[in-house]
């Protein structure tokens, strides 16, 4: 599998890439949406297990996203807890390098993502949940065709404060975009 676009590059993820991610978690805007288990500081043996765990998920697919000038990595993507007999699955995306933010580049990767999954990996649906106050991953999920189907009231708990996740879906039925 190879996806190639035009802002960025994909290659697999290795365990070396475990250093990229303790350093972004460093950088608490770099994780404040991102997963709670990102959210508390973690040795680099703790991002190695993680690492090795994700490339041995038999229930999802992540890919690591590069620059198009380089093979180092910027982020990753993905989509986890895949369901063979629903035909679904959960998308997430990284991006750990902040000069690659407000680029374009997370509604690129959503749409590459999203049209593997569909055609390769024949889902009917994959669904999202984002925080309420990440406006900009709001915006690149919607640029990706991606509807809003409701909120989770105050799921998350970030910077002292409870807030809302919005669920987003998109269907193979109603995918036109890529």
């Known amino acids: ?31 404040r949406y991102s997963l709670s288990w990102f959210q508390t500081q973690r040795s680099i043996h703790d991002f190695e297990k993680w690492l090795k765990d994700t490339l041995d998920s038999k229930t999802g ?14 982020g990753y993507a993905g989509i986890a ?20 933010w407000g680029s374009g580049i997370g509604t690129e990767v959503t749409k590459s993502i ?16 984002a925080s309420e106050l ?3 991953a ?17 799921a998350a708990f970030r910077d002292g404060e409870f807030h809302n996740k919005i669920v987003m879906s998109v269907l193979s039925t109603e995918w036109t975009t890529v």
């Open 1 to 31: 599998m190879i996806l190639k676009g035009e802002k960025v590059d994909y290659r697999p993820l290795e365990i070396g890439d475990a250093q990229s991610f303790y350093h972004w978690c460093k950088n608490k805007s770099v994780v």
């Open 61 to 74: 697919f992540s890919i690591g996203i590069c620059g198009t000038s380089s093979r180092d990595l910027i």
């Open 81 to 100: 807890d895949i369901s063979t007999v629903n035909r679904s699955g959960e998308y997430f995306i990284l991006i750990g390098d902040t000069n690659y």
């Open 114 to 129: 999203t049209s593997y999954g569909f055609n390769q990996l024949d889902l009917h649906r994959i669904f999202l949940t």
């Open 134 to 136: 990440n406006h900009g």
């Open 138 to 154: 709001v915006k690149a999920y919607e640029n990706s065709g991606y509807k809003r189907e409701g909120v989770l009231r105050d």
